[in-house]
């Protein structure tokens, strides 16, 4: 099975911050572009953040830019994502996927599948 569990998430203070993980069973995560969406209570699924197989190429969302970083171990099977200075609207279940057509630098949620099971990021006061 190609299977993504996430990882990571909990309770953060706003300016806290969290690093999340994405780790691949079922296939080799180092031969996947991977990307991280995010979705809030009564909000449709966005794209956060994007990584090339190799790691060399990466996107983010406006609203992430400068304070989230993803990156990859391939010898882990796991892509990460270190975000700092978390905002309450970061709020969300966060997910990642994994990029089944080849353009998922383009962060829309038909170009991914795979989908984890969402890790829970809370930032609040």
């Known amino acids: 099975q190609l299977q993504l569990v996430e990882s990571g998430g909990g309770l953060v203070q706003p300016g806290g911050s969290l690093r999340l993980s994405c780790a691949a069973s079922g296939f080799t995560l180092g031969y996947a572009n991977i990307g991280w969406f995010r979705q809030a209570p009564g909000k449709e699924r966005e794209g956060v953040s994007y990584?090339?197989?190799?790691?060399?190429?990466?996107y983010y969302a406006d609203s992430v830019k400068g304070r989230f970083t993803i990156s990859r171990d391939n010898a882990k099977n796991t892509v990460y994502l270190q975000m700092n200075n978390l905002k309450p609207e970061d709020t969300a279940v966060y997910y990642c996927?994994?990029?089944?057509?080849?353009?998922?630098?383009?962060?829309?949620?038909?170009?991914?599948?795979?989908w984890g099971q969402g890790t829970q990021v809370t930032v609040s006061s």
């Open positions: 990584i090339s197989s190799s790691g060399r190429s990466t």
């Open positions: 996927a994994r990029d089944q057509t080849g353009r998922g630098r383009l962060l829309r949620t038909a170009d991914f599948g795979s």
